[in-house]
């Protein structure tokens, strides 16, 4: 008889990592939340090099968008195969919903994100003489041009783009495209934020926002940059899992076919891609 392997909802909702917790469950984890959090780092501290010039001439918005997209292909080449590199809450948000990481593991995985934001985000603001720094350095803001409500929608709208990019990414008919994965990602950061930037920054990641506020003290409408971007994951992330999502695990299988070898080739390739980002 056919047989369903489905994950426990205490699994969704622990993880397995969360369960019988010892010392090398506990390292382990650890090890995750510090590859989140230098890959965080990587993020802040490249992106905001690219927003200022120490020549005191002005910086070009491609120059921007290439800096802070050129960052995260780097980090999800170094971290990717670590701990996803998500970099990003809104992401591990939509991993939460794909089914990748428990939903205690996500909010260990925004601990660490924030954390590396600030450092990456330090680190850069002391590499610029003061002469050319201002209180609100790589802070982002809604364009004062355009309403809040269209600032919060276009940051919403953005990061569900984002999100179903990463659920197409855990897709297993996508396997068989990751070959140069962090570089793909980084230029579908490029699609958003050319266009994007110009309503609320196209931050789509709250860590992102949150580093610089954090050390400046501008909290202007900063709710905006958590609450859309996170509503944006689960709302992309969503849609693609219901309406597109191929999902293995839902797959009967017949234990009489139930060939060891291919198993065993499909966990080795998707392990690598499983938790894989921004």
Not at 96 to 123: D, E, H, N
Not at 157 to 184: E, W
Request: net charge neutral.
């Amino acid at each position: 008889m056919p047989v369903t392997r489905k994950k426990s909802f205490k699994q969704i909702l622990i993880g397995d990592e969360f369960q019988k917790l010892n010392s090398q469950k506990a390292f382990d984890l650890i090890k995750l939340g510090v590859s989140e959090m230098l890959g965080t780092a990587i993020l802040l501290g490249l992106g905001c090099m690219g927003t200022k010039d120490t020549t005191g001439g002005s910086v070009f918005h491609l120059n921007v968008v290439f800096s802070f997209s050129m960052a995260v292909a780097t980090s999800v080449m170094i971290f990717g195969h670590v701990s996803g590199s998500h970099i990003n809450p809104a992401l591990s948000l939509v991993a939460v919903v794909m089914g990748k990481i428990s939903l205690q593991k996500f909010l260990v995985y925004t601990v660490f994100q924030c954390i590396g934001a600030v450092l990456g985000y330090s680190i850069t603001r002391s590499l610029f003489p003061a002469a050319y720094l201002d209180d609100k350095f790589c802070c982002t803001f809604p364009n004062p041009n355009v309403e809040l409500s269209q600032a919060f929608t276009a940051e919403l709208i953005l990061t569900a783009i984002i999100g179903m990019v990463l659920s197409a990414a855990y897709d297993q008919r996508c396997l068989d495209k990751h070959d140069s994965f962090p570089l793909k990602f980084g230029f579908a950061v490029v699609a958003l934020a050319v266009p994007g930037a110009q309503f609320a920054g196209c931050s789509v990641n709250p860590a992102r926002s949150f580093g610089p506020a954090l050390i400046t003290g501008h909290w202007e409408h900063h709710w905006v940059y958590w609450l859309a971007p996170l509503s944006g994951a689960f709302i992309g992330s969503f849609i693609y899992r219901v309406l597109f999502y191929d999902n293995p695990e839902s797959h009967e299988v017949d234990p009489s076919s139930y060939d060891v070898t291919e198993t065993v080739k499909l966990q080795v390739v998707s392990g690598n891609a499983n938790e894989t980002s921004h």
